[in-house]
């Protein structure tokens, strides 16, 4: 089974509204990084929490890491047409840089 | 900076042919590489880790002798798929590790289309 589970699967909303998606984990991790996927392309890294560190930012782009739960979760804020696409999360196992990604979720941002 | 490049982009074949795509790191060394699968609508699935002058590390399920990996530069890595059959139909997607850091680049992927 894959280390990563993210919820939901897929997500429709509203130019101008918000997005979050959550990524559930199983073993110890080094890092987890989230990337996004438009249909058909190759992955764009987004944004690398390390596991000593519970939020980050990027530009529109928020991500938690709850390391006791086994968590992390993805907000992008104020979203745009352009940012349909799937997300995956990928953890960084502690024994080594293999990534194992999550199954992903579909946004679809409606204009 | 941190490009990666993969050839062709798409690809179709007929059954029981062999096919081979490139990976390569454009502005960096890498000696470390990653094969991915995905399927339609799926998450991707890590086939092996391909290291520099040594032998692939394949994931439990892969077989070896099927998707034959050599990384005999510090830029190329290049994948084979020995006599294709349509379930191996999909798109490979790879990325490169450029030493010491945790952040993989990912290729644009090729999408293999068995016939």
């Known amino acids: 089974s894959q280390q990563g589970e993210e919820d939901p699967q897929a997500l429709s909303i509203q130019e101008g509204e918000n997005a979050t998606m959550n990524c559930s984990y199983k073993?110890?991790?080094?890092?987890l990084q989230w990337y996004r996927q438009n249909s058909g392309r190759g992955l764009v890294h987004l944004i690398l929490?390390?596991?000593?560190?519970r939020e980050k930012h990027s530009g529109r782009l928020r991500v938690t890491l709850d390391t006791s739960k086994k968590s992390s979760s993805l907000l992008i804020t104020a979203s745009r047409a352009a940012d349909t696409a799937s997300y995956f999360c990928?953890?960084?196992?502690?024994?080594?840089?293999?990534?194992?990604f999550g199954g992903g979720t579909r946004v679809l941002v409606k204009p | 900076g941190a490009v990666v490049s993969q050839h062709p982009s798409w690809v179709i074949c007929k059954s029981g042919t062999s096919v081979k795509i490139e990976c390569r790191s454009l502005?960096?060394?890498?000696?470390?590489m990653f094969w991915y699968r995905q399927f339609p609508k799926q998450s991707l699935m890590l086939m092996a880790t391909?290291?520099?002058?040594?032998?692939?590390?394949?994931e439990q399920g892969v077989e070896k002798d099927k998707f034959l990996i050599n990384h005999a530069s510090l830029t190329l890595s290049t994948l084979t798929v020995t006599s294709a059959h349509p379930e191996d139909s999909s798109f490979y997607i790879c990325?490169?590790?450029?030493?010491?850091?945790?952040?993989?680049?990912f290729g644009p992927g090729t999408r293999l289309t068995v016939t």
């Open positions: 929490i390390r596991s000593n560190e």
């Open positions: 391909s290291n520099e002058g040594s032998k692939a590390t394949y």
């Open positions: 990928a953890t960084d196992e502690a024994a080594g840089n293999k990534l194992t």
């Open positions: 502005d960096f060394q890498a000696t470390t």
């Open positions: 073993t110890s991790i080094n890092n």
């Open positions: 990325s490169a590790d450029p030493s010491g850091i945790y952040e993989q680049y």
